[in-house]
């Protein structure tokens, strides 16, 4: 493998920089709603997965009222 110098390293930095398509205002603010919406739904999602795991096991166990 080549050795690349200090200055070589950041003469590629900058031309993948150059590559970056960044998004919209509109975009980032669409797709942080929607990871704001999905971690709700999964949050309810895992909630309602540990209480039904949860009363299996009370029930298997005979463990509460």
Do not use: C, H, N
Request: aromatic share 10%; proline share 3%.
């Amino acid at each position: 493998m080549a050795k690349t110098t200090p200055v070589e390293f950041v003469r590629e930095v900058k031309r993948e920089v150059a590559k970056v398509t960044w998004p919209t205002r509109k975009e980032a603010m669409i797709t942080t709603a929607m990871v704001f919406v999905l971690a709700g739904i999964m949050s309810i999602f895992f909630f309602l997965v540990d209480e039904a795991l949860s009363f299996g096991v009370r029930t298997l166990l005979g463990i509460g009222g």
